[in-house]
T-cell receptor, first 110, second 112 residues
Framework: QQQVKQSPQSLIVQKGGISIINCAYENTAFDYFPWYQQFPGKGPALLIAIRPDVSEKKEGRFTISFNKSAKQFSLHIMDSQPGDSATYFCAASPSYKLIFGSGTRLLVRP | DTGVSQDPRHKITKRGQNVTFRCDPISEHNRLYWYRQTLGQGPEFLTYFQNEAQLEKSRLLSDRFSAERPKGSFSTLEIQRTEQGDSAMYLC??????????FGQGTRLTVV
């Protein structure tokens, strides 16, 4: 019940394309769903986050889509750039701590 | 204040030795977290402090691990009698009620 399942494990996208990463959860007590971006040797950095009272949130090229009934949420990166190449983690939180997915390694080819 | 600071960035130790890591959170944050991240995995929650009180410890935190946050400022994570399975990135994060968690750059521990 505490797990967050993330897919795919890795993703290769051409520059300018759309990157889509999916996550699913079981625990209905989760009420905060952030996405983190991590570069090698660095700590995770918050990219965008959503609460379950909205179905979509957009910030620049990054969009979270949230489906409360299906207990799924996804990250869409529009116009993907080589600088977006990193590992992306979804997470969910019931209160203060974060439960992370296993990560998606994104490679954007020039 | 430029963010969450962790020291050291890298630590290589022999099996059986004790190690201690330090985390300096963002100054106005009263919440402090420790996570562990192994290669190819997402961070796993270890423990949570609100001010100086340790409010939750994960079952991952065996009795060889101890964390403190004296005076509600910096925090230390000590691992006694290190084992090879302790090799990981140890991440500290800080936040408050109305802000998200900001992570430090982590301490990479290698036990040989």
């Amino acid at each position: 019940q505490q797990q967050v399942k993330q897919s795919p494990q890795s993703l290769i996208v051409q520059k300018g394309g759309i990157s889509i990463i999916n996550c699913a959860y079981e625990n209905t007590a989760f009420d905060y769903f952030p996405w983190y971006q991590q570069f090698p040797g660095k700590g995770p950095a918050l990219l965008i986050a959503i609460r379950p009272d909205v179905s979509e949130k957009k910030e620049g090229r990054f969009t979270i889509s949230f489906n409360k009934s299906a207990k799924q949420f996804s990250l869409h990166i529009m116009d993907s750039q080589p600088g977006d190449s990193a590992t992306y983690f979804c997470a969910a939180s019931p209160s203060y701590k974060l439960i992370f997915g296993s990560g998606t390694r994104l490679l954007v080819r020039p | 204040d430029t963010g969450v600071s962790q020291d050291p960035r890298h630590k290589i130790t022999k099996r059986g030795q004790n190690v201690t890591f330090r985390c300096d959170p963002i100054s106005e944050h009263n919440r402090l977290y420790w996570y562990r991240q192994t290669l190819g995995q997402g961070p796993e929650f270890l423990t949570y402090f609100q001010n100086e009180a340790q409010l939750e410890k994960s079952r991952l935190l065996s009795d060889r691990f101890s964390a403190e946050r004296p005076k509600g400022s910096f925090s230390t994570l000590e691992i006694q009698r290190t084992e090879q399975g302790d090799s990981a990135m140890y991440l500290c994060a800080s936040g408050s009620l109305n802000t998200e968690a900001f992570f430090g750059q982590g301490t990479r521990l290698t036990v040989v």
